[in-house]
């Protein structure tokens, strides 16, 4: 008699998760970016995402290598457990979990900003909260009733909005080449250190997101081959993406820099009325997206820290039938909900850009200590991990140093929430050790 499984379901393939990945970077970012981007770099900007690309693709090799040694569900919470211990795990699985709740509720008030130029009522409080909770709540069921539903979601948002911007890209790369009068000259720029290190931490805002798909590796079928393919596919898929937008963008809009959707606008100049609404909509599946995406991977932290005690067990709990972490579902889309309907885009967003970093640094500092606990792990390993990991690192420091005193209060604050929870925790093991 086959026993019953008990446990979550191995379900999410190579290119599932590469497309989970991507469908987490690509939010509705890309189409509002190209803007504040062209006001600090000009027509350096596309060039600018290939210089991200070098930083992210560094600390992407390391999350590859450390990701390759977990089948667990946890991410980065998990890794900074066998690295560093459970103080520092349960500080990375705040950091991790609440910059996700934020930057969610950041792209869910993107969505009803741009909803908003169709049906403008949906701005006004009642309304606004009524499709937020519609929203979020469908996401939250299909998650709930099992990680398959979840998986073709994501993967047909995935498909849907790669398909729309590349049908962008491509329109306007044929019209720029078949109509040169439609070309505008992109103004001269001669940016400063200030305006580099400023645009490249919006861009690392937009590539933001690959880290959190492992997060579900405990039902990703193999996370040892699948995780290092999946990453650099979605980086590199991504940044291809980024680039081609930006080319278009700073090419076809007049004084990008002032344009409030620099994407839109730039549709106008050479697709007729019914593209511009494509390109508009797609805006919209785009943001959606990137929700279902997160409602499918953050409730897997909580459930991880649940399951290891260092939350309560309650958030570790398995649906009976749809082998889903279902408390754990429940309760961050509760939370996002509260934070969608109680803050605004750039207060959301604040928490996810910074510790993000945070997260990144850990990472790049678990791979060295995780090479010498586990020498002869069964994992990925990174030509030159050291010496890349020390790249990581430095590149993280530089931009933290780059943010405001705002935003280091929201990390403070995390902080001391992870110090209560890590005091609840450590009390509570202690008093179910056993007597010697």
Known sequence: MTKPQTGLVRT???WSLAALMVNTMIGASIFGLPALLAARLGKWSPFGFLVAFAGVSIIAGCLAEVASQFRETGGPYLYADAAFGRFLAIQNGWLLWLTRIAAASAVANLFIIYLGELLPAVKMPLPRAGVLTVLIGFLAVVNYCGVTGGKHLSDFFTATKIGLLVFFVVAGLVALALHPAIRVT?????????????????????YGGFEAALIVSGETREPRKDIPIALFAAILAT???????????????????SSAAPAVDSARQFLPSLGVHIVAAGTLLSAYGYLSANVLHTPRITFAMGERGDFPAFFGRIHPRFRTPHVSIVIF???????????????????????????YGSVAAALPLLRKKRPHANAFRLPGGIFFSALALL????????????EFIVIVITAALAFANWLWARHRALGFAPET
């Open 12 to 14: 999410i393939g190579r």
């Open 186 to 206: 992109p103004g001269a720029a001669s940016p400063a250190a200030k305006d580099w290190f400023e645009a490249i931490l919006l861009m690392l805002y937009s």
């Open 239 to 257: 940044t291809l993406l980024f680039v081609a937008v930006q080319y278009l963008v700073v090419h076809t809009v007049a004084n990008v820099a």
């Open 333 to 359: 889309a509760a939370l996002l909900l509260i934070f969608s309907i109680v803050g605004g885009f750039r207060s959301n967003a604040l928490l996810s850009s910074v510790a993000r970093l945070f997260v």
């Open 395 to 406: 590149f993280a420091v530089v931009l933290v140093t780059r943010t405001h005193r705002g």
